[in-house]
């Protein structure tokens, strides 16, 4: 352990004696420093044990000896250890009074006792202390590899919580709780769930303390009892990003009643350390998983699934026989990079394969070109996880963050099964194009099925057609000899009834008649032809929307 004023005084060749605040020799002393200064407090750091002969103060002075260790004191020196038979035979009654008042430990250093042995008995003390702390350590790193090559992740929180005397958590991508020790842990971090989100968006490696002296601690939840095995309040929670990319892939949380200590940190780093070489092994057998899925999926859309559950085996569990939603999803231009043309879809993956592992369930997710084509169980977790991310990215941009990391558009297709899954990626591929023209992050094909087709005339090159169109009968129209325009679309939604549509603009219908004949003469086309008639009925609904 660190030396203590304790250990200094019952050290047999210091033969040290206590002359005030014997009720506080308990502290740890950081380092023993000699100085006759009198004012040294502006060269300490809090911690030492001061060393004086009082060469230069007038110790027998009481108000000079309390402003002097009132100084010292507030300024976090430990004790105070004064030479007798130099300057003084004995300690002034003045700083012995002084001392006592403050609650400042007075030592008296026998003439016989260099300070220069007090420094050396604290500077072993501490050497000692660190290499117990290294050695404790080294004997933490052993146990959590042990550990975790024997139960994984579980068992090296079990042994990590142990070894700080508190608690810790896993927390996935998406900033779920995936495993905690002890178990009463997991209610304590699911309520750190916000800061863990606030981490995530910093690039690795980064950490955050919360509660204890650096913040806030999460509060304990109503009418829930602090289990009997937990170490005091633990009010102190370190959080660590994990993962050697730019992104976090998990986040790491330790749960203690104090700051720790040197040994204790080497258990942390080594966790960590631990839990990072796990993910990136993992991340080499997702890539072959990834090459797999490639193949799988190249089977479906070719419209062999048997050929594909072949392949599959039991990897994808039941996925490829239940129904399924195709996923497609591009990063919008904002997020692509030269690096990583996929770096803006890698928070979509995350929040789909966390979803996935929680629930049970398999889900295929294979990059494709520039874009992330993923299988997963209609009505299942990960197709929801995916919905609600979109939403949230869709209030962000609209809520005027700017969100350019993770901007993306994503398309999703209808339920199908094995044999229709090229027409579900059609879907998919339909309705991704339709959320980029209409600058969303997720539409539905059944969204698009179930509204109306007048949303998309909004496109800009619809417009520019409808335009072009009607240009001729507008400009008619604005030298005031006559509505064409108006008249058109009266004609149009009257399907042709004269009557009707001459009624609607308070015409005669030979004067609507003759004005239909102006508008096939000026287009050069024949309303008789159906295919006109449509194109010319979206064009001004085309223009209308305007």
């Keep these: 352990m660190a030396p203590t004023l304790a250990s200094l005084v019952h050290h047999s060749a210091l033969k040290l004696t206590v002359r005030a605040g014997g009720d506080r020799l308990d502290v740890p002393v950081r380092w023993a420093h000699v100085s006759e200064l009198a004012d040294p407090v502006p060269y300490m750091e809090g911690g030492e044990l001061l060393l004086i002969t009082a060469l230069k103060l007038d110790a027998e002075d009481p108000q000079a000896m309390r402003r002097y260790v009132r100084r010292l004191a507030g300024a976090g020196v430990v004790g105070l250890g004064f030479a007798v038979g130099v300057a003084y035979d004995e300690i002034p009654k003045a700083l ?24 050396k008995a604290v500077s072993a003390a501490i050497a000692a202390d660190q290499y117990r702390a290294v050695t404790a350590g080294f004997a933490a790193q052993r146990e959590l590899t042990k ?81 009997a095995d937990a170490p005091g309040n633990a009010d102190r929670v370190e959080l660590h990003s994990l993962g050697a990319g730019r992104r976090p892939r998990a986040t790491l949380a330790v749960g203690t009643a104090a700051a720790l200590g040197t040994a204790e940190r080497y258990a942390v780093h080594s966790a960590i350390a631990l839990l990072t070489l796990t993910m990136e092994r993992s991340r080499s057998l997702q890539a072959a998983e990834q090459r797999l899925g490639a193949a799988v999926l190249r089977m479906l859309l070719a419209g062999e699934p048997d050929h594909a559950r072949a392949v599959a085996g039991d990897l994808y569990g039941e996925l490829l026989d239940a129904p399924f939603r195709v996923l497609v999803a591009e990063p919008a231009s904002a997020a692509r990079t030269a690096g990583d043309p996929l770096a803006g879809l890698a928070g979509l993956v995350d929040v789909a394969e966390s979803a996935a592992a929680r629930s049970g369930e398999a889900v295929l997710v294979v990059p494709e070109g520039g874009r992330l084509v993923a299988l997963a169980a209609d009505g299942g977790a990960a197709v929801a996880a995916c919905t609600r991310y979109a939403a949230a990215r869709e209030g962000k941009r609209t809520g005027g963050g700017d969100g ?10 209808a339920p199908a099964g094995p ?34 087709v007048l949303p998309l005339l909004a496109d800009d090159a619809v417009k520019a057609f409808a335009d072009g169109l009607l240009r001729a009968l507008r400009e008619h129209d604005a030298t005031g000899r006559g509505d064409l325009v108006a008249s058109l679309r009266a004609w149009l939604s009257r399907h042709g009834q004269w009557d009707a549509a001459a009624a609607d603009l308070g015409v005669h219908r030979h004067t609507l008649r003759y004005r239909m004949r102006r508008v096939e003469e000026i287009l050069g086309r024949s309303l008789d032809d159906p295919d006109a008639r449509m194109e010319l009925w979206l064009a001004l609904k085309a223009t209308s929307t305007e």
Excluded: C, N
């Design 96 to 119: 012995v009074e002084a001392a006592e008042k403050e609650g400042l430990p007075l030592l008296e250093v026998p003439r016989r006792t260099p300070f220069l042995a007090i420094s």
């Design 147 to 227: 550990q975790a090559l024997a139960a994984g992740p579980e068992g090296l929180l079990s042994a990590l919580a142990s070894q700080v005397d508190g608690w810790a958590a896993l927390y996935d991508a998406s900033g779920s709780v995936v495993a905690a020790a002890p178990e009463w842990a997991g209610r304590r971090a699911a309520r750190l769930t916000a800061e863990v989100e606030r981490l995530r968006e910093r690039p690795t490696p980064a950490s955050a303390v919360v509660g204890g002296a650096g913040g806030s601690a999460p509060a304990q939840g109503a009418g829930e009892a602090k289990p």
């Design 404 to 413: 350019d990391e993770d901007a993306m558009v994503v398309g999703l297709s």
């Design 419 to 452: 044999i229709a899954a090229a027409a579900a990626y059609k879907q998919a591929e339909q309705a991704l194009s339709v959320a980029r023209r209409r600058g969303r992050v997720l539409v539905e094909h059944e969204q698009l099925a179930a509204g109306s």
